[in-house]
T-cell receptor, first 116, second 112 residues
Framework: EAGVAQSPRYKIIEKRQSVAFWCNPI?????LYWYQQILGQGPKLLIQ????????DSQLPKDRFSAERLKGVDSTLKIQPAKLEDSAVYLC??????????????FGPGTRLLVL | KQEVTQIPAALSVPEGENLVLNCSFT??????LQWFRQDPGKGLTSLLL?????REQTSGRLNASLDKSSGRSTLYIAASQPGDSATYLC???????????FGKGTKLSVKP
């Protein structure tokens, strides 16, 4: 079974530029998550999708971050414009359940973003 | 607001030693608790998941316990190996927030 795929693996941009990350979850997984992990911290949930609907985006900085999962499969996370404090690893995860949470999440390798 | 604390932040042990990683949390109204492993440059791998009704889970050399009343969980690693070197993260689901809340992790180094 293929795992969660993410691309690119690394990205370096200058502040005020835009960037987009892509995630393809495990086949058949209804729930998809985007996390931000700043160096030395645990991951923090940015947004959670169930199929193509948003379940939780309370911690997403909506003035600069956006995400979509149009067909309920793969997802894109965008930052526009980027700030220095956005430097972090962006992790995508998926889970099979639709019960609202608590099931095991499977994580991708992450995209490491450096904003200069 | 749920807060998750992991102590120590870093730990170095010689190969073969048994060790315990600690996780504490402030809100005992949790649905479950998970331990993850994170290798440098890689994503997270789920090691053990303990439901709120359970006291412990075991997988190979790993044993995780949960004591909701005291707000604590421990991850016990038996006969540590250099391949166990990684950052171990504790995460909770439930409480006042309906998503996974992570601690900052314990960075483990097992010396040959």
């Amino acid at each position: 079974e293929a795992g969660v795929a993410q691309s690119p693996r690394y990205k370096i941009i200058e502040k005020r530029q835009s960037v987009a990350f892509w995630c393809n979850p495990i086949s058949g997984h209804a729930t998809l998550y985007w996390y931000q992990q700043i160096l030395g911290q645990g991951p923090k949930l940015l947004i959670q999708f169930q199929n193509n609907g948003v379940v939780d985006d309370s911690q997403l900085p909506k003035d600069r971050f956006s995400a979509e999962r149009l067909k309920g499969v793969d997802s894109t996370l965008k930052i526009q414009p980027a700030k220095l404090e956005d430097s972090a690893v962006y992790l995508c995860a998926s889970s099979s359940g639709t019960s609202g949470g608590g099931e095991t999440q499977y994580f991708g390798p992450g995209t490491r973003l450096l904003v200069l | 607001k749920q807060e998750v604390t992991q102590i120590p932040a870093a730990l170095s042990v010689p190969e073969g030693e048994n060790l315990v990683l600690n996780c504490s949390f402030t809100d005992s109204a949790i649905y479950n608790l998970q331990w993850f492993r994170q290798d440098p440059g890689k994503g997270l791998t789920s090691l053990l998941l303990i439901q709120s009704s359970q006291r412990e889970q075991t997988s190979g050399r790993l044993n995780a316990s949960l004591d909701k009343s005291s707000g604590r969980s421990t991850l016990y690693i038996a006969a540590s190996q250099p391949g166990d070197s990684a950052t171990y993260l504790c995460a909770l689901y439930g409480g006042s927030q309906g998503n996974l809340i992570f601690g900052k992790g314990t960075k483990l180094s097992v010396k040959p």
